[in-house]
């Protein structure tokens, strides 16, 4: 079984300032890793994915994310804070061995941006 | 690119009524996932497709709840009857071939129950 968890339901970070989103995961072999954000009202949207190669992943809208094998996590980051960064943030894993396609998502984070 | 198109947006019903949520995939794409959002579970996948094919429906929570994907641009998610306790939003996503892991979200629809 897989399974991802988010520990902080919500995050605030002052503009300007980096920030960190936290998520570790939980599956039998190795990892496919994704995090996808979700703006009020609409779909979720993906960010940026791990499969393998380097740990530091670049995404969508300057964010990025390292994957930690001994530590099993897969934490977001930005260098700089947006308002517009204020969303709900979801991490997702998939199991490269497994026989299904589904992912399974975290409970999400809410990140607050405060001017 | 029109995106994930579902209609409804929006869903008010009565307990016992029967619900058809409905998605149209992104052209092109050969996987369809359906998935359920609450306050209280999360974001929970449901049952997906692949060229049309139910792959795993595991997610279903019972019986109540069926899906069909009659061809590539179409799909429909029914609840008969509808429960209070299946309220919550519920979202189609598709995905291109060789790329499942990469889903594009529709807006949802937000179906209540009372």
């Known amino acids: 079984a897989q399974s991802v968890a988010q520990p902080e339901d919500q995050v605030n970070v002052a503009e300007g300032n980096p920030l960190t989103v936290k998520c570790t995961y939980s599956?039998?072999?190795?990892?496919?890793l994704f995090w996808y954000v979700q703006y009020p009202n609409r779909g979720l949207q993906f960010l940026l994915k791990?499969?393998?190669?380097?740990?530091l992943v670049k995404g969508s809208y300057g964010f990025e994310a390292e994957f930690n094998k001994s530590q099993t996590s897969f934490h977001l980051k930005k260098p700089s804070a947006l308002v517009s960064d204020s969303a709900l943030y979801f991490c997702?894993?998939?199991?490269?061995?497994?026989?299904?396609?589904?992912?399974?998502f975290g409970k999400g984070t809410h990140l607050i941006i405060q001017p | 690119d029109a995106g994930v198109i579902q209609s409804p947006r929006h869903e008010v019903t009565e307990m016992g009524q029967e619900v058809t949520l409905r998605c149209k995939p992104i052209?092109?794409?050969?996987?369809l996932f359906w998935y359920r959002q609450t306050m209280m579970r999360g974001l929970e996948l449901l049952i997906y497709?692949?060229?049309?094919?139910?792959?795993?429906d595991s997610g279903m929570p019972e019986d109540r709840f069926s899906a069909k994907m009659p061809n590539a641009s179409f799909s429909t998610l029914k609840i008969q009857p509808s429960e209070p306790r299946d309220s919550a939003v519920y979202f189609c996503?598709?995905?291109?071939?060789?790329?499942?892991?990469?889903?594009?979200f529709g807006p949802g629809t937000r179906l209540t129950v009372t």
């Open positions: 996503a598709s995905s291109k071939p060789g790329q499942p892991y990469e889903q594009y």
């Open positions: 599956v039998s072999g190795n990892p496919y």
């Open positions: 791990y499969i393998t190669g380097d740990n």
């Open positions: 997702a894993v998939r199991d490269k061995g497994g026989g299904a396609d589904g992912l399974t």
């Open positions: 052209s092109g794409h050969n996987s």
């Open positions: 497709f692949n060229n049309n094919v139910p792959i795993d």
